[in-house]
């Protein structure tokens, strides 16, 4: 048999190609996180909300987002309380990785003969997860009230007339960022001062492209949206 056709498989409706001589190189899988990443990850963020963001309406949840306020929503005056439960750290790092978005961070481990592999060397995530949510039959009896009222509707007005996406929030993990130099990375003297020297320029490579703390607390860096957009025209 061609040794090609013995390096595909499927894995969950994707075809991959692993291991093939002379192949073209594999594409780091997307990384999943649980719903879409706001960046820059922040705190005042809350379910049953209705927020924009500036651009075309999606529900692509691989793209980060900035969430704009739109309409707020008081959960108590519908009689909806929010479930939480704690959950496992998000790698923040592999997900900025798979999305192409360290090539400057990764060309600098190469300039100094280092692996261009960051999470070999380096942990960016989220810790002390908490996941809070609504169930989409608690959002849809919010948003088909609080939508409507004149304030809300104007401003979705608006948004739609600007074709930006509004979004309604039914989830968020909340937790701490935390970045960190990897102790086990099996580097010799020589490579760990070299890690060392190029370590600013990676953080700014990465605060630079999420906007980030990197010591935040309390932050929403996930949110999972029912997309609203059409609704506005209707």
């Known amino acids: ?14 075809t991959f190609l692993s291991g093939c001589p002379g192949g073209p190189p594999s594409e780091p899988p997307i990384q999943q996180i649980g719903g879409r990443e706001l960046r820059p990850p922040r705190a005042g963020i809350e379910v049953g909300s209705l927020y924009y963001v500036r651009e075309t309406p999606t529900n692509d949840l691989r793209r980060p987002a900035n969430l704009e306020r739109l309409c ?17 750290d998000i790698d923040l790092l592999g997900k900025l990785d798979a999305d192409g978005s360290l090539n400057v961070a990764k060309q600098a481990l190469i300039n100094v003969g280092l692996s261009a592999q960051l999470s070999r060397y380096y942990e960016y995530k989220l810790v002390n997860v908490v996941q809070t949510d609504i169930s989409f039959e608690d959002a849809q009896r919010i948003f088909k009230d609080r939508a409507f009222r004149g304030d809300c509707t104007s401003w979705r007005g608006n948004i739609a007339g600007q074709n930006w996406g509004q979004y309604q929030i039914t989830a968020i ?13 099996g580097l010799n003297a020589d490579l760990s001062a070299k890690l ?5 320029g990676i953080k700014a490579s990465i ?7 990197f010591s935040g607390k309390g932050v929403v860096a996930v949110f999972t949206p029912i997309l609203r957009s059409e609704a506005a025209r209707r």
């Not at 937790?175 to 990375?185: N, P, V």
């Not at 605060?207 to 703390?213: G, L």
């Open 1 to 14: 048999m061609d040794t090609r056709f013995k390096c595909l498989f499927v894995l969950a409706g994707t």
């Open 72 to 88: 707020d929503v008081n959960l108590a005056r519908y009689n909806v309380s929010s479930s939480s439960a704690k959950v496992s």
């Open 173 to 185: 993990k909340t937790g701490d960022i935390q970045f960190s130099r990897k102790s086990d990375s």
């Open 196 to 200: 060392k020297t190029i370590e600013p």
């Open 207 to 213: 605060k630079n492209e999420t906007k980030a703390d």
